[in-house]
């Protein structure tokens, strides 16, 4: 996963023109986390979600699902798209904090997980995260001096938007602006958890 996720960290960085090696150092310490999803079938599934719409937290995703059964689904321009599983391959989906290292220019994807009524479904995710307490912030040659490219999220840390999900709000499909705007008008957690702005 580690190699995987670099080459298509390299990928990215040659198509943002901030170089081959750029998020490779940015993403050299990381966090990043690995979860198994189990779906058991469902009676009612056109009544029920396995998971509901998201966008993911964390940088990128790199998923792997269960060869034969579908599941995933992911929004464009308001549609729902199945996207099923093929042999061997992985989905890569980008997340809300690859949004905002990217200034905005890669959009954290919508999607979510339906069930079926016959079959067990599984898929495995691990989310690229950096280290916990590094300050997520575009590299300079995305924010132009002369506010060409603005600007859009200030600078936080993956602790604090991980903190954020896990205490005060359920990850959704607004998650980094919900975030952003409480970043903006408080610094304390419901639970008195506190986190510094940058
Ligand atoms: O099981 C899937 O296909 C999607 C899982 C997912 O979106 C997640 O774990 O964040
Ligand atoms: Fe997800």
Partial sequence: ??????????????????????FREFFQKQDSIMRLNYYPPCQKPDQTLGTGPHCDTVSLTILYQDDNVSGLEVQVDGKWHS???????????????????SNGIYKSCLHRAV??????????????????????????????????YERIYPDFTWKSLLNFTQTCYRADMNTLDAFINWLRGNNVFPNNGTVTRQ
Avoid: W
């Avoid at 996207?83 to 290292?101: E, H, R, S, Y």
């Avoid at 995260?129 to 132009?144: N, Q, T």
């Fill in 115 to 148: 069930v079926n009524n016959q079959h067990p479904r599984k898929s495995m995710a691990f989310f690229l995260c950096p280290s916990i307490d590094k300050i997520i912030k575009p590299p300079h040659e995305l924010v132009s001096i002369e506010q060409k």
């Fill in 83 to 101: 996207i099923p599983p093929k042999p061997n391959a992985f989905v890569v989906n980008i997340g809300d904090t690859f949004m905002a290292l």
């Fill in 1 to 22: 996963m580690d190699d995987i996720s670099m080459n298509i960290l390299e990928l990215l960085g040659m198509s943002l023109g901030v170089g081959q090696k750029y």
